[in-house]
């Protein structure tokens, strides 16, 4: 891990999402569960991105929000998300998704798999300061628990 790259309890940079301008600080007080994963369009994305979508509200019960991202561009996200499920798209989604089209923010977390210019699979759970407190990185094969992710920020 580089200087430059998350550290447990260093605050996170601030960013934009796709549709929406979002900063960190719209985040204080609320724990942040950011999850990274590969390029929309792969046979594992939607396995991510749809279960931590129709988990978003037992995730505001503890006060946290969810905000996905990936390297995609904003267009890829917009084609992902108006392709119907049952067209093999994601459909509507009750989480913000990022773009993040340059890879800095999968970089800085330390989630970029930098020959691909991907982002691996990789949660971040934040407190309300901004300050990571569990994070994990996995490979492009193995998929994050949205369910481990619920449970962690009961646990904190």
């Not at 891990?1 to 985040?27: C, H, N, V």
Request: charged letters at 20%.
């Amino acid at each position: 891990m580089t200087s430059q790259q998350r550290a447990l309890g260093k605050p996170a940079q601030s960013f934009q999402a796709t549709f929406k301008e979002l900063k960190f600080s719209d985040y204080r007080g609320k724990y942040l569960v950011l999850f990274f994963y590969q390029l929309y369009f792969t046979f594992v994305c939607p396995s991510e991105i749809m279960p931590s979508s129709e988990h978003a509200k037992d995730f505001g019960k503890p006060c946290c929000e969810l905000l996905g991202v990936s390297v995609d561009s904003p267009i890829t996200h917009l084609a992902w998300i108006n392709t119907p499920r049952k067209e093999r798209g994601l459909g509507s989604l009750n989480i913000p998704v990022l773009a993040d089209v340059t890879g800095s923010l999968s970089r800085d977390y330390g989630a970029l798999k930098q020959d691909e210019g991907i982002a691996y699979r990789g949660i971040f759970i934040m407190d309300g300061k901004g300050a990571p407190h569990q994070m994990t990185v996995n490979d492009l094969p193995m998929v994050c628990s949205v369910d481990k992710a619920l449970w962690l920020v009961q646990a904190f």
